[in-house]
């Protein structure tokens, strides 16, 4: 053993750049599982809400085909506008009599599509085709659940696309009077020989005569000049004098008040298509009269939804005018049904005016 000899120690670690590293990356992966998760909630809540609200919808179907439904007792189901959470269900319950009972979606979820009452027949069937969609607010995103007029019901997709069958054209049937059988004759009533019409002139000969009446003396007038009915007048004839009237002040008419302003849009209604390329895209023109002032124009989807492509033609306007609002489809089964959107004026010029959106395949 040499003396003054030292043993040469090893020391293993890492370098602050490589644990600044690893902490990154640890974030980064961290913070995608946190968001992955999030997200994959937010679908299945999406997902679970819509289709427990289409299963009521069945319930309600199946509700009326049951108790064959007579008219006013017939089940269905309503929602109430863009941005609400709540659907009403009315149906038996098992008590033997209709009543209705509210539902909520689950929390970040709301409809996008406007107020509407789907009502089912003894048969199933509604009136018309309709698209509920259910909007998520994290996923910024629409479910839709489709009720055709059949009274099928399909969520996410539509399996019964009533809008592209075709109107059909019911030919006016004319000429359906058999205008060549001998008509039945109306019958003629037979005079009855026995009725014996009285006489004219005849008179009852046991009858008294009318007395005839003996004219009233007119009365001889006592006037004496002034106004009197005595024997006292003295004839001067004094009346009394009517007095004058003293003529009433008119009033000052007031200024009338500036005319407010008020506004409005035209059509108030637009159908548009995803797969028509001549209904792609539709327009309004809103109006402003008796404005004073400049004022911003905008225009947006009611429950904060994001299924149409909206334009301005003129964002600000200097006093009364109009402004082309244009509304363009997307594609996409969450795209479909009927939205509001709600066109105004800032500073506010009457109340806001609302354009209904028909979206249909």
Not at 25 to 42: H, P
Request: include cysteine; hydrophobic fraction near 30%.
């Amino acid at each position: 053993m040499k003396p003054n000899s030292r043993t040469t120690t090893q020391q293993r670690g890492f370098t602050l750049t490589q644990m600044v590293i690893t902490l990154a990356i640890i974030a980064v992966v961290s913070t995608g599982g946190v968001l992955g998760i999030r997200t994959a909630r937010a679908e299945f809540r999406l997902q679970n809400s819509a289709r427990l609200f289409a299963t009521y919808i069945e319930k309600a179907r199946a509700d009326s085909i049951r108790r064959h439904a007579t008219t006013g007792q017939e089940s269905y189901i309503e929602t109430f506008g863009p941005g609400s959470t709540t659907y009403a269900v009315t149906m038996d319950y098992g008590s033997g009599t209709i009543e209705t009972r509210n539902f909520d979606l689950e929390s970040g979820l709301s409809f996008a599509t406007a107020a509407k009452r789907v009502t089912f027949d003894w048969r199933g069937r509604i009136t018309e085709a309709w698209v509920f969609q259910v909007h998520s607010d994290y996923l910024e995103r629409n479910l839709p659940v489709d009720v055709s007029g059949s009274g099928d019901i399909t969520v996410g997709e539509q399996h019964f696309p009533d809008q592209l069958i075709p109107p059909v054209e019911i030919a006016e049937v004319t000429g359906d009077v058999d205008s060549t059988s001998t008509p039945t004759p109306t019958a003629t009533p037979t005079p009855d020989p026995s009725a014996t019409p009285p006489i004219s002139g005849e008179g009852d000969p046991e009858a008294t005569p009318t007395p005839t009446p003996a004219p009233s003396p007119t009365p001889t007038p006592h006037g004496n000049g002034n106004g009197s009915d005595g024997n006292n007048g003295n004839g001067n004839g004094n009346p009394t004098p009517t007095p004058t009237a003293t003529p009433t002040p008119s009033a000052s008419p007031s200024p009338s008040p500036a005319a407010q302003c008020t506004s409005a849009i035209s059509p108030i209604e637009l159908n548009l298509s995803q797969s028509d390329s001549t209904k792609k895209s539709g327009s309004a023109v809103f109006t402003m009269v008796n404005a004073t002032g400049t004022r911003t124009i905008s225009a947006s989807i009611a429950g904060n939804g994001n299924s149409l492509v909206l334009g301005v033609s003129l964002l600000r306007i200097d006093g009364s005018g109009s402004s082309v609002i244009t509304v363009t489809t997307k594609n996409g089964a969450g795209n479909r049904g009927t939205f509001i959107v709600n066109v105004a004026a800032d500073p506010s010029c009457g109340a806001t005016q609302q354009l209904k959106v028909s979206v249909a395949n």
